[in-house]
């Protein structure tokens, strides 16, 4: 099965954890609602609203919270580091540097207040740099005080997770199990002779019985005759009942005992239960009493310690991780604790979700992790290789590429289950296993592999075994390859493993036009498969390849060169350059207009499938000019406010090509901030009919005052959902997706504030319905986000006379990852107006959708554009030198004409040098971006700065685009002078040298009183 918690509950947990300054720049301030005063709180612009209020009705009560510090560690060149304890190194010390270096004045700060009981439970993290707590309103002030502190948040409840679903009626053992027969395992091991020597999996689940039969020789920690070391093998961060010793493994579940079986478990007899028997596992508990003991078990995976939680040593991890768990789809929330993982080499192998269904209704429904770019996602098959029913569908949400990424066998898959038995199970959390234990069998066999995610994962890909389906999800037929039933097909190690046996290097570079260049496809095939590579910034790639012959190409622009029988050998270097000519590029241009009205249309046109073209916006009169490589090309032109239109185009010199699209309808979007734009009239709806909804409930059907059209479909009732939207029509729906428009459910909906809310039953918020005249209004009144807390109060409202929908917003608590918008019934047309608080909401916030046609639909309603900006040094020496890194973020399904990402050169500094040699103008730095395509597009961007004088130094981060959109981030930075003690006849490097150990000193003194676990890291060899 899918091992989650309620919906959104370990996403709801990290949120927590990462929303300062890991997820798509948001916004860090808390907001206040525009009828409510702001509390009376120091420096309450950084503590979450909540937490205000917390404090505010009972200051000598301790909350718990996060102290999320602004600085996180930059792990981009970890991926090019191949030696692998290096790299573990590399990537600790990058995350553990930081925290060290920006935490000192917060522990010492905490310090203070342990001394008096002020605060408690206090705890570092590193994976990412926050300090956990428990504190008084003076504690909470005091840290919101400090610079080095972005945000001050709360914890949040989370539950156990739902009883896995276990069979009993057959446990007899079937040999090899079946999925492991299915998947090729056993011809690996008798070809090959490898069973997994050599590498190491893991999970982080419920725990694991250690001494499980099929388990319990391949434990790490087994020294042999009964002796067991836990050490850097086991970790508990949160005994109970079930497992009370930390210091011995213990599963409380069942779940991960299971899973780890399907890895590696094998008892030497008749139970042949797992794919790489011959590894070895260490295991964390995580899943999920808490919002910390899971975070604790990612950090221990990066770096396991001893049992007292020291001596972190980074090459004891795992190479390959299994996580069974999850939530419903489309919550980014994760990603960046996973490429954390995966930046030290760490494969992520993760469930897909049991969402899935036949039929257009089970499409789009890829869970989450599972679906965020940094994870591996796998769904689940039967034993006659169909797609198990319930298993997640795609597309993904954020790319818009086929999901899942592969398939494995996941219904009816028989493994190991306390205590020493055995059991059934079905799930895409019995799937993921798979792929993990063929990981580690893969780096049995070329331990060259271990560390290289990317290829890895192009193996899995490119040798399963296509399977099709009758299917349509995405507008992709399941008879195509990938499909987003089974993803690219059921794995098949064997074929992986004959691809990369005695493996030896090949590398090259390739120019175009004589220029080293970027972003060409590089494919090599032997065996009938077909792999491929990209080219990186200076035209180079590398590969591991099996011994053979090899025919290769490269690729770009439809432009190919060739090279046939490139040889490889074992543990050799076989250098390949390509030189493909320079590429002619023409111009095409014409006119999009309206097939009715012969208007001009603003629309969107790109080249299918060629993501290093940038797309074009068409003027207002629809008149464009793009240049195109020579070659024959799919032109796609889009505008929200018509059917897309497809046009094959054979490029051969300049040429004009004039598109007529059909309009269709959907809805113009403006806001109160905007001109034209609707004005903020909260009407309240409490002495309307009142609804005690259930965590994910919908009330019965309501009638209309009048007919509301919608999406061009009469209707005369609506439901309403406890997740922030309502719907139209017969099909129910009840958790949210945080994409729009997308064909995932919930359809047919309007969504005011969509998130995991829960009224439970009435006893955290209710929802209220009223009539008036024509119109329909429907108001969240006090309703908390899962488990509870972050009441939220906002309503909309249907007009019957004019079918307008209005979003108004009274009460504005958390709305960090809620999604605004709208969709047809077949999440194919639509509007996006805010994904993840892109657009800022705020109380007294309305924004308007009115139905339209053609050009009177607007582009930029959708808002997705993100930005985060972090100094690399806080508090800086003056005289000293640092850096601000830049991180950028477009998502949404209308690109982003024209970006421009700008900074401010702070008072009080002098510029030094920024990235793309940009120099700034009038104090301001300008990277033009260029015009970004649909879907998910990010980067990033540096600047670094002379620090004269104090006390602060403000820069603010800017991304806007052609339309409109926009969206800003700032850092403000200590500057400190020099000190008048023995200080001021150093020079500059030597003061910070001096100061920085001082801190560090200072940090450990803090620590150790406190005797919180933050260990520094051992000296690497």
């Given at each position: 099965m899918f091992h989650r918690t309620v919906p959104h509950s370990w996403l709801r947990a990290l949120s927590l954890i990462v929303v300062a300054a890991f997820v798509f720049g948001l916004t860090g301030a808390p907001v206040v609602p525009s009828d409510i005063s702001r509390p009376a709180i120091a420096h309450a612009e950084k503590i979450d609203r909540t937490v205000v209020a917390a404090l505010e009705t009972a200051p000598n009560e301790k909350v718990a919270v996060f102290a999320v510090l602004t600085e996180q560690a930059d792990l981009s060149a970890a991926s090019a580091i191949e030696d692998w304890d290096a790299r573990g190194w590399a990537v600790y010390n990058a995350l553990t540097d930081v925290?060290?270096?920006?935490?000192?004045?917060?522990?010492?700060?905490?310090?203070?207040?342990?001394?008096?009981?002020?605060?408690?439970?206090?705890?570092?993290?590193?994976?990412?740099?926050?300090?956990?707590?428990?504190?008084?309103?003076?504690?909470?002030?005091?840290?919101?005080?400090?610079?080095?502190?972005?945000?001050?948040?709360?914890?949040?409840?989370?539950?156990?997770p739902e009883p896995v679903e276990m069979s009993s009626t057959d446990q007899s053992p079937d040999a090899i199990e079946w999925g492991i027969t299915k998947i090729g395992a056993p011809l690996v091991w008798s070809t090959y002779g490898v069973t997994g020597a050599g590498a190491v999996a893991a999970n982080v689940d419920t725990g694991v019985q250690y001494n499980h039969p099929a388990l319990v020789n391949q434990y790490r920690g087994n020294l042999g005759g009964g002796v067991f070391d836990h050490n850097y093998n086991w970790y508990n961060p949160a005994p109970n009942a079930t497992c009370p010793n930390p210091n011995v493994p213990c599963d409380d579940n069942g779940h991960g005992t299971h899973t780890m079986g399907t890895e590696i478990g094998y008892d030497g007899g008749a139970n042949q239960i797992g794919v790489a028997?011959?590894?070895?596992?260490?295991?964390?508990?995580?899943?999920c009493p808490d919002n910390e003991a899971l975070l604790e078990a990612q950090q221990w995976m990066l770096a396991p310690t001893d049992l007292a939680g020291d001596n972190p040593d980074p090459t004891m991890r795992p190479h390959v991780l299994n996580q069974s768990w999850g939530g419903p789809g489309g919550s980014l929330i994760f990603d960046d604790v996973i490429a954390s993982l995966r930046a030290s080499g760490i494969f992520p192998s993760f469930s897909a979700g049991n969402y899935g269904a036949a039929g257009a209704t089970g499409c789009g429904r890829l869970g989450s992790p599972g679906d965020n770019p940094s994870a591996f996602n796998v769904g689940a098959t039967t034993s006659s290789d169909a797609i198990a029913s319930f298993s997640s569908r795609g597309p993904n949400p954020f790319t818009g590429a086929t999901g899942p990424e592969v398939s494995a066998p996941g219904n009816g898959v028989r493994s190991s289950y306390p205590t020493n038995a055995y059991a059934s199970a079905s799930g895409t959390s019995m799937a993921s296993p798979h792929v993990a234990g063929a990981v580690a069998l893969l780096i049995s066999l070329?331990?060259?592999?271990?560390?290289?995610?990317?290829?890895?994962?192009?193996?899995?890909?490119?040798?399963?075994?296509p399977l099709t389906s009758t299917q349509t999800c995405g507008g992709v037929p399941g008879s195509q390859i990938p499909n987003n039933v089974f993803g690219?097909?059921?794995?098949?190690?064997?074929?992986?493993?004959?691809?990369?046996?005695?493996?030896?290097?090949?590398?090259?570079?390739?120019?175009?036009?004589?220029?080293?260049?970027?972003?060409?496809?590089?494919?090599?095939?032997?065996?009938g498969k077909t792999l491929t590579t990209t080219t990186d910034a200076n035209g180079f790639y590398k590969v591991l390849a099996g011994a053979g012959l090899w025919n290769m190409s490269a690729t770009i622009f439809g432009q190919s060169v060739t090279a046939a029988g490139v040889g490889v050998m074992q543990n050799t270097v076989t250098t390949r350059n390509f030189a493909i000519p320079a590429i002619a590029v023409h111009t095409v241009s014409g006119v999009v207009s309206d097939a009715i009205s012969s208007v001009g249309v603003p629309a969107m046109l790109l080249i299918a499938d060629q993501p290093l073209l940038a797309p074009v916006w068409a003027s207002a009169t629809g008149a464009y000019?793009?240049?195109?490589?020579?070659?024959?090309?799919?032109?796609?032109?889009?505008?929200?406010?018509?059917?897309?239109?497809?046009?094959?185009?054979?490029?051969?010199?300049?040429?004009?090509?004039?598109?007529?699209?059909?309009?269709?309808?959907n809805?113009?979007?403006?806001?109160?901030?905007?001109?034209?734009?609707?004005?903020?009239?909260?009407?309240?709806?409490?002495?309307?009919?009142?609804?005690?909804?259930?965590?994910?409930?919908?009330t019965p059907n309501i009638t209309l005052p009048g007919t509301f059209t919608y999406f061009g479909a009469d209707y005369t009732s609506v439901r309403v959902n406890?997740?922030?939207?309502?719907?139209?029509?017969?099909?129910?729906?009840d958790v949210t997706h945080m994409i729009l428009p997308f064909e995932g459910r919930p359809n047919n909906d309007a969504m005011a504030y969509g998130d995991d809310l829960n009224p439970e039953d009435g006893t955290q918020g209710k929802v209220y319905v009223k009539t008036i005249g024509n119109t329909l209004v429907a108001q969240w009144h006090q309703v908390e986000h899962w488990a509870s807390g972050f009441p939220e109060t906002f309503q909309i409202i249907l007009d019957t006379d004019t079918d307008t929908i209005t979003y108004q917003y009274h009460t504005v608590s958390w709305p960090d990852f809620t999604t605004v918008g709208l969709e047809n019934a077949?999440?194919?047309?639509?509007?996006?107006?805010?994904?993840?608080?892109?657009?800022?909401?705020?109380?007294?916030?309305?924004?308007?959708?009115?139905?339209?046609?053609?050009?009177?639909?607007?582009?930029?309603?959708?808002h997705a554009l993100a930005v985060t900006i972090a100094d690399d040094m806080d508090p800086v020496p003056q005289g000293n030198t640092y850096t601000y890194r830049i991180n950028w973020n477009v998502l949404g399904f209308g690109g982003a004409p024209d970006a421009q990402l700008t900074a401010t050169v702070p008072g009080n500094t002098s510029f030094v040098a920024a990235s793309g040699g940009i120099t700034p103008v009038g104090g301001v730095l300008t990277w033009n971006l260029g015009s970004q395509r649909p879907g998910m597009q990010d980067g990033s961007a540096w600047f670094t700065v002379k620090a004269n004088s104090g006390p602060l130094a403000t820069t603010t981060a800017t991304i806007s685009d052609g339309s409109g959109k926009s969206a800003s981030n700032q850092e403000t930075t200590t500057i400190e002078a020099p000190s008048a003690v023995g200080l001021a006849g150093l020079d500059a490097n030597q003061d910070g040298a001096m100061r920085n150990g001082l801190l560090l000193g200072a940090a450990a003194a803090a620590l150790a009183a406190l005797g919180v676990g933050f260990a520094r890291r051992r000296r690497s060899a």
């Open positions: 925290a060290e270096r920006t935490q000192p004045a917060v522990m010492a700060t905490l310090q203070q207040f342990n001394n008096r009981s002020q605060a408690i439970e206090i705890k570092s993290f590193w994976i990412v740099n926050l300090v956990s707590l428990r504190g008084d309103r003076a504690t909470i002030e005091a840290l919101a005080a400090l610079p080095q502190v972005k945000q001050i948040i709360p914890h949040m409840k989370l539950e156990l028997p011959g590894a070895k596992w260490i295991a964390a508990y995580g899943c070329e331990p060259k592999l271990a560390g290289q995610i990317e290829q890895i994962e192009e193996l899995l890909r490119k040798t399963a075994t690219w097909g059921r794995i098949d190690v064997k074929a992986a493993a004959d691809m990369i046996y005695q493996a030896g290097v090949i590398q090259g570079t390739v120019t175009v036009g004589g220029v080293p260049t970027a972003g060409v496809t590089v494919s090599y095939t032997r065996l000019s793009m240049s195109v490589p020579a070659g024959t090309w799919n032109l796609v032109v889009s505008h929200p406010g018509y059917d897309t239109a497809t046009r094959s185009i054979t490029v051969s010199g300049d040429m004009t090509v004039d598109i007529q699209l059909t309009p269709r309808g809805y113009a979007c403006l806001d109160n901030t905007q001109p034209g734009g609707p004005t903020y009239n909260w009407i309240d709806a409490t002495d309307g009919t009142a609804y005690s909804l259930a965590d994910d409930g919908n406890a997740n922030g939207f309502i719907f139209f029509g017969t099909t129910t729906y077949t999440g194919t047309v639509g509007q996006l107006y805010s994904y993840q608080n892109s657009a800022n909401l705020v109380s007294g916030r309305a924004v308007r959708f009115t139905p339209a046609t053609g050009v009177g639909v607007n582009w930029g309603c959708d």
